[in-house]
């Protein structure tokens, strides 16, 4: 049941959380790199998408459901891994893996997560998946890891966007804190000697690997049993790449435009990605969703699923677990409404002839 005054879409949930949170930290959910290009390309993207929509098909009976290696999930609509939830609320990630249990969905667990990984494995049965910077201490890398895999975690992302923090100018003139990052504590120090700026960004200096490189998939699977996922890719050539190494699957992403600015829309590489990849490795993707149509655009062009992030930290700024909760169902409600009005009883009904790209329209009037 829709309480009076509630939010009736997803977008709505930002505005909420802008007013609960303090400005450093809603700057900080909010906020891209450098100019910003990247971050609204990210939604406006999508906007140039349209819906080729087919009628006098049985739409009586309307299934969300799909698997992602293998997991069955209520929907297509998975929790991306968005860093630190208890500066939006409380609980954190412990609330963030209750809504994903609600929502028989997966979760995606943030590397730097203000709650540990056996915290969140024990608060609910949630399908979780870990993910993973590899820092200069690989010591420190290899326990997270195999504490994720002994908790029940049942996958790795691999997130290879990082050799440096991208230059986030909000976290510059708020001089973000580096909060407790409680999966560190006895590994590594997250105190940092800052004065000048960003403090995420002098901790993300001294830690983060920056001479990673696709043999280190090697050394990554030397120490899991676990399906390993790489996150940020964005081109044809990498996504080849990444299947020859063995990667369990893709995630097509550009770090919700936080790293490098003037990168492609994340939408728009999905056709570069998919062909390239085939059937090989599942391809899911992830940046600007904010509408269920977005999904249906997302899944037309060859993903398998897409991932949430910040709609899902509004959410819990706003309304706690309940708030996710809330933006998880808005999105599978949008989702159904598009598939009836589309003419697809299933997430597999959805096809590539059901959208038409920018690119098409403007061909279509020469």
């Known amino acids: ?43 406006e993207a999508f906007h140039r998408i349209t819906l080729r929509p087919r009628v006098l098909v049985d739409v009586s009976r309307i299934d969300l459901s799909t698997t992602v290696l293998g997991y069955r999930v209520s929907a297509p609509i998975m929790i991306a891994p968005t860093a630190m939830h208890k500066l939006a609320h409380p609980e954190g ?11 028989n969905t997966i979760m995606l667990l943030s590397f730097i997560s203000t709650c540990t990984v056996e915290e969140v494995a024990s608060s609910c049965n949630a399908i979780r998946f870990f993910q993973l910077y590899v820092y200069k201490r690989r010591d420190v890398c290899a326990q997270l890891v195999q504490r994720a895999e002994r908790k029940g975690y049942k996958g790795i992302v691999l997130t290879v966007d990082t050799p440096r923090l991208g230059r986030r100018e909000a976290d510059i003139k708020n001089k973000m804190v580096a909060p407790r990052l409680k999966n ?95 059937e090989k490795v599942p391809v899911l993707f992830d ?25 899902v930290v509004y959410g819990l700024a706003a309304k706690g677990e309940y708030g996710i909760k809330r933006v998880i169902e808005m999105l599978k409600d949008e989702l159904e409404l598009t598939m009836a009005l589309s003419g697809c009883s299933s997430v597999k009904d959805i096809t590539r002839s059901h959208i038409r790209t920018e690119r098409e329209r403007l061909q279509s009037m020469l």
Not at 221 to 229: C, D, K, Q, V
Not at 287 to 311: I, S, T
């Open 1 to 43: 049941m829709i309480m009076e005054g509630e939010p009736v879409n997803v977008k709505e949930f930002q505005e909420l959380a802008r007013q609960a949170l303090p400005k450093m930290y809603y700057d900080y959910y909010t906020g891209g790199a450098e100019d910003q290009y990247t971050l609204k390309e990210n939604v």
């Open 93 to 103: 990630e412990v609330a963030t893996a209750r809504a994903a249990a609600a929502c």
């Open 184 to 278: 560190f504590e006895g590994l590594l120090s997250t105190e940092v000697d800052d004065d000048e700026g960003s403090k995420l960004e002098a901790f993300a200096k001294e830690t983060v690997d920056d001479a990673l490189s696709w043999r280190d998939l090697g050394w990554l699977r030397s120490i899991t049993n676990l399906p390993i996922l790489i996150k940020w890719v964005l081109t044809r050539e990498d996504a080849i790449k990444a299947v020859e190494v063995g990667v369990d699957g893709i995630i097509v992403s550009n770090h919700g435009a936080r790293q490098l600015d003037y990168t492609p829309a994340s939408i728009s590489v999905l056709e570069e990605v998919v062909p390239a990849v085939g």
């Open 287 to 311: 940046g600007g969703v904010r509408r269920g149509k977005d999904v249906f655009k997302a899944l037309a062009l060859g993903a398998q699923a897409v991932l949430v992030g910040r709609p």
